[in-house]
């Protein structure tokens, strides 16, 4: 073997060993075998933590912060009576408290209490011949799935419990599953659907952990600010001689007239032994930017914007508004992902109770709220545009006007207003286009 081969290979070999000394990324691993965190621990967070709590129960008012809006042939008096029922039943408390329990313990069971008999509601709901009295949800730990499940293929419930068991004191009963709506969070395989639902605290358990830490060693350290030491003579001989409490009351003393006057009095001691104060002053460079930093990780974690999470107004070239939107965007989708399937379950009872054949339909509206400055900003801006391309004529008044409208800028604005303002103004004919760059309007 040549040298030069030699120092090659001696070359390539250090350069492998150094490459792959002190490789820690690829010793971590990520296993599916992580304990989860038990009920009572998620109880106690929920308890214990303001941004728990606060993340749970945000989340639950804003799904249900605007009512549904219904739509399709129902005038104002079947709303209202639909309305009425609802408060009646106490439905958005009902929503309230199974969006909350589901969140929070990953799984909840509302259950329609009717006037059938006992021997009843382990059979199929049958709404011709029962009445609503009640809903009633059950948390997580209050009821038990069966484990005979459902085995029709073709079933909407394919691989649910037939019934599920509720302990009351010492009786046990049992609802069919057509009584009951179940929301069960996480994502699961058909071999785990007996099991719970998962925590939306489960994931983000650890971080909001570390951000309480941080927060009360901040306060801690700011608690211990300044310290003050004293050198007493002779305290470890006193303390030896069991003479504790006389040390004790002393620095009690010295304790309540420093507080009271601000001014502070120790033994001077003699020649051999003097006695000494010091003041020991903790410093908090860097502090505040550790408590923001673990602001912005805890908020990506429970994919929540600072601004919600925490009530602060977004700082530097960011206005907030992009994250608003996502979030709106997220509430949105827990409505359609968990809500709606919770109003489809009670809506049969209510439209039974009021004697409607029909289906329901409705859209849950944005819960983006515009003050009145920022709607007249926005009015502002768009009408000077559209004035604009229409005096350009670049748009005619009829596409203006839809422009607007869909915007939500003239929100009281109807088809046959449209029609009545294009065929009044003489900018041309209902339902016409006109061809760009051409004169519009009378000759």
Excluded at 217 to 246: C, H, W
Excluded at 397 to 404: A, F
Aim: overall charge negative.
């Amino acid at each position: 073997m040549t040298k030069k081969n030699l120092i090659t290979r001696l070359n390539d070999s250090l350069s492998s060993m150094m490459t792959s000394l002190g490789e820690k990324i690829g010793a971590i691993t990520y296993g599916n075998k992580k304990k989860a965190v038990p009920d009572n621990e998620l109880m106690a967070l929920y308890d214990g933590s303001w941004v728990a709590k606060k993340y749970i129960n945000k989340t639950a008012e804003d799904m249900l912060k605007l009512p549904r809006e219904l739509s399709g042939d129902i005038d104002s008096k079947l709303t209202q009576s639909i309305k009425d029922t609802e408060t009646e039943l106490r439905v958005y408390q009902v929503l309230n408290d199974a969006l909350t329990w589901s969140s929070l313990l990953g799984d909840a069971l509302i259950v329609a209490i009717t006037d059938c008999d006992d021997e009843s509601i382990v059979s199929r709901l049958n709404l011709a011949e029962e009445d609503i009295v009640k809903f009633l949800v059950l948390r997580k730990g209050e009821y038990t799935p069966d484990s005979n499940v459902i085995t029709d293929i073709a079933s909407p419930h394919f691989g649910e419990p037939i019934v599920y068991q509720i302990d009351i004191g010492d009786k046990q009963l049992k609802f069919h599953h057509t009584r009951c709506h179940r929301i069960k969070l996480g994502k699961h395989s058909l071999k785990d659907r007996a099991k719970f639902g998962t925590s939306d605290l489960q994931t983000p358990y650890k971080d909001i952990k570390i951000f309480d830490t941080a927060v009360l060693s901040a306060g801690d350290t700011i608690q211990e600010a300044n310290v003050d030491v004293l050198f007493i003579p002779g305290m470890n001989n006193q303390i030896a001689s069991g003479e504790e409490d006389k040390v004790r009351k002393y620095l009690t003393v010295m304790k309540e007239g420093k507080s009271s006057t601000g001014i502070l009095a120790i033994d001077a001691g003699d020649s051999n032994a003097q006695g000494r104060y010091e003041q020991k002053t903790a410093q908090f460079a860097g502090l505040s930017d550790v408590i923001t930093k673990m602001m912005s990780v805890l908020a990506g974690a429970l994919d929540r914007p600072i601004t919600v999470l925490f009530g602060q107004s977004a700082s530097g070239f960011n206005s907030g508004e992009e994250d608003n939107k996502s979030y709106y965007e997220t509430i949105n989708g827990l409505q359609e992902a968990r809500l709606r399937p919770l109003q489809d379950f009670i809506d049969q009872f209510i439209l039974d109770k009021l004697s409607i054949s029909d289906e329901l339909k409705y859209d849950y509206p944005s819960i983006d709220s515009i003050n009145e400055a920022e709607l007249a900003t926005r009015f502002t801006a768009y009408s000077t545009g559209f004035t604009s391309m229409l005096q350009n004529s670049v748009m005619d008044e009829e596409t203006v006007l839809r422009e607007m409208v869909a915007r939500g800028l003239l929100v009281t604005v109807t088809e046959n207003d449209i029609k009545r303002i294009v065929e009044s103004s003489g900018y041309g004919d209902y339902g016409t286009t006109t061809d760009i760059g051409t004169q519009t309007g009378a000759t």
